[in-house]
Each structure stands twice: as C-alpha cells, then as structure tokens.
C-alpha cells in the first residue's frame, strides 16, 4: 500500500496531464495550423482543382474542427499510400478520404471512433473514420469528442 502511494504522489507531483501528445499535434495545432492530407472519394472527399479546397462531408468536418481549434486548415492531396507515409512521418496531423474501420491502416494510424454508419454497395454496414498519428492521444480524444458532437446523417 504505501507503494502504490508512493507511486500516485511522484505521478501528482510531475504534473503528468493525461491523454498526451508526446510529438505536442493537439498543442501545435490549437490556434496553428492543422496539416491535413485528403484523398478523393465522393461524397466524403472531392479535390475540385489544383487551388480550390477539398469539398465533400468529411473536408466540411475537419474546416469546423479546425474552427473549434482556432488553427487554420493546411490541406495535403494523394493518395491513401503517401498520405499514410507522411502521417507516420509526422508530417501530416489527420488523413481523411472516405475511410471505414475496416481500413488496411489501422496498424499504421490511430483510427477515430466511428462518427457515422452507412450501408455499403452490397448492403453491409460501413463504420467511417479518420486517421490520426498513433501515440497522439490527447489530439485523438479532442477530434473524437467533436466528431461524437454532431449530427451526421446516415
């Protein structure tokens, strides 16, 4: 007992916030800027031309995200491939593109809880997410508790 004790009060006393970041993406993005890449997939995602900015469902999310950060939105077009390279190179601070739960990346990012359900060609259930940099916990918690904040249809 005076173990765990000892334990809890060097925790207290190190002023450990709990989630963290350790590379700092929540602390570097809030009121910065918010590195994300977009890959095309409609309705999610649509890269119109080289300088406009990405439409679709999940850009209008992550321009309200960033809003709530006060950071502004520095977008990063590819495709899946690079883009997963340049979030792991901590490059980048969210992918997004029409992913589900299901995604072959989820070894190789943090995915977001689902924040909407939709059914797929053949009638399954889609979960969709977004990708953040694994470790990133505080950052992950903050853009969870947005998404989880809205109303998306189905």
Known sequence: MLTVLMVLGL??????TIPTDPDGTLDR???????VGVSPNPPWTELPGADAEPRGLEADLVRDFA??????????????EALMGALDRDELDLVIGGLTAKSPWS????????????????????????????????????????????????
């Open 11 to 16: 925790v207290a006393g190190c002023s450990v």
């Open 29 to 35: 993005a809030r009121g910065g800027v918010l590195r």
């Open 67 to 80: 809003a709530s950060l006060d950071a502004e939105v520095e977008w990063t077009p590819g495709g899946e």
């Open 107 to 154: 070894s190789h990012a943090a995915l977001t809880y689902r924040y909407t359900a939709t059914t797929g060609p053949e009638g399954e259930e889609e979960l969709h997410v977004m990708a953040a940099p694994m470790g990133e916990n505080a950052f992950l918690v903050e853009l969870e508790r947005f998404l989880l904040g809205k109303e998306l249809p189905r």
